[in-house]
């Protein structure tokens, strides 16, 4: 464990940029003056003085608060600031693409720039061609110092003729070739640096792929504490977590950053804030449903509900750019779709409000669409719609065109459905049903027959509208139920170049291959229904009552329960059979210490080593089963909630919730 907790984090919290658009104001030469204020003075200056005040005391507290956290990260007093002598490395410009100079500390590993607060003064620098002097002063900032090598006035150079690059001196032409060769050798050539000391450092690829002691690295920062670890070390793909603290004493988490790798559903980072409950998820390209992100509370219920799914527009058939749920409302966001639509805005009833004669489903009710559309240059203004809003419990559908040039208002449309009765194939276009604002004056209105067919349009759009609306339901649902299996059983995807775990791999689809022969079935392990082999032991699988249901569920859960608990005493029984193999090698060393060999007892050292190591590791894997645990247990949960099997009893505990209402 690494403690620098007076180093900053090389992990900076990373937040989203809000680009804000600044509204140019125009001013007009016609504009309307604005209205008389009638208010107060007196009251609206003793009430700014109020809110000023609050301020104030908000600006005095937040400053007491950032002095306190100053003096408290404070480096102690030191006698010996400044006296200590200290080693690192100094990367300057001219190769291996390097743009600016630039410090490395050594113990650490971590690149500072020039102006770090780490270094008070260089006294010099060298490498395997020459040492230099610095001649500067070094009271004010490091990177105010010429680094130009090259410069005498500010480097004394402690070999003349070092590095032969840099030397102006051109031999005399008229000598031999190897003569000339021989004198530039001997006149130039001052220093041969000697060979290593130490043998060639030989790491295996198995102990160079673990990265760090027992493939696990913690390391305290400035209120941040890191943790390392190797890849395919944890269970569910975890490199490195980070979790921030409010204090310095590292005691209230704020947020909790995870990273991840080789993952099959493609999830690389999930940021956790601890405050506000919002969880974050972020995916690499290459998902079906195309999600890049996700973002939802952990303390939301059914009935206050906020959720985010972002998408990448261009691998998605339908252009969807992002897709924001909250309560009983569905916001969706397009980008460079064929139709010219970007905005749909959909308002769904509540359970409580429904409309009379309407039966409660498990699809909610739509009562409203709103739709935006993008400027079609191909169509005049007057005939491309820019709004459109389908008030469906209203039956009534709304237009608005898009402004002309050199036009201050904008051509509008209402249509009102004839009743329920007059709809079909025979429906009767009457002038009454439609009323509306034409812009341009000097073009005649449409005719019926126009409207007749602009109408006929609008029912066709409404109702291919409702069924992506129903389509996108169902992706978010199903996409919700994966989301369930991915947290519950992480899979891990193997390169075929990764020599530790490739064998498995192999072992692991041969195995698969057989277990599709033998059944004949073509399905993978994300597309498996894990309540299948509770509902064979049920003779009528299509009818299932609510108190078969409830069972199934319970039975269900607590055997996923039972392999928790069993893989947990398996993994425990692995532990204590690893430390009595230890214990009883330690044994055998003390008895045996006076009469091995040199050999014997560097093996022994070894297996001890391997040993260590192992204990290290089922400890590791025993308290990440147990925290992954509850989690698990959790989504298993809630993906037999959503089961289309058990949905009656979803509908059995509405029913309550209305009774219960009314």
């Not at 490498?127 to 001649?135: A, D, G, K, Q, R």
């Not at 290459?286 to 799914?309: M, Q, W």
């Not at 439609?434 to 007749?452: C, M, Q, R, W």
Request: charged content about 35%; glycine content about 2%; proline content about 4%.
């Amino acid at each position: 464990m690494n403690i620098m907790i007076r180093v900053d984090s090389p992990y900076p919290e990373i937040k989203e940029e809000i680009e804000e658009k600044k509204e140019e104001e125009v001013s007009h030469k016609y504009a309307l003056k604005p209205s008389r204020d009638l208010r107060s003075k007196f009251q609206m200056m003793m009430a700014q003085r109020i809110i000023d005040k609050e301020l104030e005391e908000k600006r005095k507290e937040k400053e007491e608060e950032l002095a306190r956290m100053k003096e408290e990260e404070a480096f102690p007093e030191d006698d010996l600031e400044g006296l200590r002598i200290h080693s690192w490395v100094l990367l300057l410009t001219g190769g291996r693409k390097i743009e600016e100079p630039c410090f490395i500390e050594p113990t650490t590993g971590m690149m500072h720039p020039l102006n770090t607060f780490a270094y008070n003064g260089i006294e010099s620098v060298w490498n395997h061609l020459n040492y230099w002097v610095n001649m500067q002063e070094c009271t004010d900032d490091l990177s105010k110092l010429d680094y130009n090598l090259k410069d005498v006035k500010n480097w004394e150079h402690l070999l003349i003729g070092e590095p032969i690059q840099w030397r102006l001196y051109k031999p005399d032409m008229v000598t031999e070739e190897e003569e000339t060769e021989r004198i530039k050798i001997y006149q130039e050539k001052h220093l041969d640096m000697p060979l290593s000391w130490s043998s060639q450092i030989e790491i295996p690829h198995e102990v160079l792929a673990m990265k760090y002691p027992k493939g696990v690295k913690k390391t305290w920062y400035k209120r941040t504490l890191v943790q390392n670890f190797a890849p395919y070390l944890q269970e569910d793909g975890l490199v490195t977590k980070v979790t921030r603290y409010k204090d310095f004493e590292c005691t209230v988490p704020t947020t909790i950053e995870d990273c991840y790798e080789n993952r099959q559903d493609k999830m690389y980072r999930v940021v956790a804030d601890l405050e506000s409950g919002k969880i974050e998820e972020y995916f690499k390209a290459g998902r079906e449903d195309c999600v890049i992100k996700h973002s939802y509370s952990c303390f939301d219920n059914e009935d206050n509900l906020t959720r985010l799914i972002e998408f990448d527009p261009k691998a998605r058939y339908d252009s969807l750019a992002s897709l924001f749920l909250e309560n009983d409302q569905m916001t969706e966001k397009y980008v460079d779709k064929e139709s010219r639509l970007y905005y749909r805005f959909v308002t769904y009833c509540k359970k409580i409000c429904l409309p009379p004669g309407v039966v409660e489903s498990h699809k909610r009710q739509i009562m409203n669409i709103i739709e935006k559309f993008h400027r079609n240059d191909n169509k005049p203004a007057t005939k491309d719609i820019a709004e459109r809003q389908f008030a469906i419990n209203d039956r009534e559908i709304h237009l608005r065109f898009h402004y002309d040039t050199g036009k201050v208002t904008a051509s509008t449309r209402t249509f009102i459905k004839p009743p329920i009765a007059e709809m079909g194939e025979g429906m009767k276009f009457y002038p009454d049903l439609t009323y509306g604002y034409h812009a341009d004056i000097k073009v005649e209105p449409p005719s019926n027959l126009e409207l007749f067919l602009l109408f006929q349009d609008q029912l066709k759009d409404e109702t291919k509208t409702i069924q992506q609306i129903r389509d996108l339901e169902d992706q978010v649902a199903e996409f919700l139920k994966l989301r369930n299996l991915e947290v519950a059983c992480v899979k891990l995807e193997v390169g075929l170049f990764n020599r530790e775990h490739n064998d498995q791999y192999k072992q692991g689809m041969l195995d698969k291959e057989n277990q599709e022969k033998q059944h004949k079935a073509k399905e993978t392990d994300q597309d498996v229904d894990y309540l299948q082999p509770y509902l064979e032991k049920l003779d009528d699988q299509t009818n299932i009552s609510a108190e078969q249901a409830a069972a199934l569920k319970e039975e269900c859960l607590n055997d996923f329960k039972n392999m928790l608990l069993q893989r947990a005493q398996v993994i425990q029984r692995q532990f204590e059979r690893a430390n009595e193999n230890l214990n009883r090698k330690t044994q055998w060393y003390n008895v045996m210490r006076d009469k091995l060999t040199s050999e014997e007892e560097i093996q022994y050292f070894e297996e001890l080593n391997h040993m260590n190591f192992v204990l290290q590791a089922f400890v590791e894997r025993l308290e990440r089963h147990r925290e992954l645990s509850y989690y698990r247990y959790a989504a298993m949960a809630r993906y037999l909630q959503s089961h289309p099997k058990l949905q009656i009893l979803n509908r059995k505990e509405s029913r309550v919730q209305t009774n219960i209402t009314q």
